[in-house]
């Protein structure tokens, strides 16, 4: 019953509460952004959902697209911007993602949705994640979000699919907002972001 129809009902109705009420902070920080990363104030990428659907992720842009002398885009530290790193570390850059949860691609809470060339890279354990839809915030986030390992993150993501609950939910955004007031777990050690997923951890 709270899979099927509270959950859903209630991102629906929290995320465009959500939207309404930061609104003239989505804008600021769409202005903002738009002047930094020359005039591209949003990042949009292809994301597995539920099952393993694609859909296209919104967020602020917080990297600009500078590359080198052979075309190559710069690495992730020297793009991220200091409007962007400020957006970053205050999980500002995931308000956009309120629009995914309205269309019903995501909810609230729920594994992070990774990159599409990962799919192929998963074992039947790891592909259990997908059995719920993807969210702004999950299990993995409030244990250590980009500071934990793959396999960390993967077995926190599958715990959450076979414990989903509407207490765990509340615990977890609640978990999350002192996360974010404390810009806890942003990145892993020495890098702007997580390293990629190589396939290579096997749970």
Do not use: C
Request: aromatic letters at 12%.
């Amino acid at each position: 019953m709270y899979k099927r129809v509270v959950k859903p009902t209630a991102d629906f109705f929290a995320a465009l509460i959500g939207l309404v009420i930061l609104s003239p902070l989505f804008l600021l920080i769409a202005i903002l952004l738009f002047i930094a990363n020359n005039g591209k104030p949003f990042f949009f990428q292809m994301r597995p959902g539920k099952n393993g659907a694609i859909f296209k992720i919104v967020k602020f842009k917080t990297m600009n697209d500078k590359k080198d002398a052979t075309g190559q885009l710069l690495s992730d530290g020297q793009r991220l911007t200091a409007v962007g790193s400020f957006v970053r570390k205050t999980s500002l850059d995931e308000i956009p993602q309120l629009i995914n949860v309205l269309k019903g691609d995501m909810s609230l809470v729920g594994p992070r949705p990774l990159l599409t060339n990962y799919l192929h890279l998963y074992n039947e354990f790891q592909n259990r994640r997908h059995e719920v839809k993807p969210g702004i915030t999950g299990w993995a986030q409030v244990n250590g979000r980009n500071a934990i390992s793959w396999d960390k993150k993967f077995e926190y993501d599958v715990w959450y699919v076979e414990h989903i609950s509407f207490i765990l939910d509340l615990k977890i955004l609640f978990r999350t907002m002192l996360k974010v007031i404390k810009s806890d777990g942003i990145n892993a050690a020495n890098e702007a972001t997580i390293e990629p997923f190589s396939g290579i951890n096997k749970i």
